[in-house]
């Protein structure tokens, strides 16, 4: 990978990082704000999944879809089906914003969409790295 697409794909790193120091900082607080913390976990999933994407230089559409992001990143490795428990978090990209749909998720749903940003970004790194 040349030097200018790592610096893009870092920046992907960097903006799904802040989504995860995001949660750190908001597990800390007094009053836990879950449906933020299920938010970030939906937008680092989707940050890490599309850097995959950009570091193959494989195109994508705008799009806050886990599934859609997904089955292109598993069209060019089948081991990205393994991530199918995420697509689950897709429905905090925009559900949990507004009051329409209203829903708070408890603490433990909170701590699992944490969680699975954490399989994500470590499954994500690991293939990147290896196809340097």
């Known amino acids: ?9 870092n920046r992907w790193h960097i903006k ?3 989504d995860l120091l995001t949660i750190k900082d908001l597990f800390k ?17 989707e940050k890490y999944l599309k850097s995959y994407l950009v570091a193959l230089q494989k195109p994508f559409k705008n799009t806050h879809s886990i599934t859609s992001i997904l089955k292109l990143c ?3 490795d089948k081991d990205f089906e393994e991530l199918d428990f ?8 925009v559900e949990l914003r507004y009051p329409d749909d209203f829903y708070i998720p408890d ?3 909170a701590k699992d ?3 699975i940003a954490l399989k994500v970004k470590s ?3 690991n293939k990147i790295d290896r196809n340097e």
């Open 123 to 125: 499954f994500v790194i």
């Open 107 to 109: 603490l433990e749903e």
């Open 113 to 115: 969409a944490y969680e």
């Open 74 to 76: 598993s069209a060019i």
């Open 1 to 9: 990978m040349d030097q200018d697409l790592k610096t893009i794909v």
């Open 16 to 18: 799904a990082n802040n």
């Open 29 to 45: 607080s007094e009053n836990v704000i879950t449906d933020s913390i299920c938010f970030h976990s939906q937008q680092a999933v």
């Open 86 to 93: 995420a697509v689950y978090l897709t429905n905090y990209a």
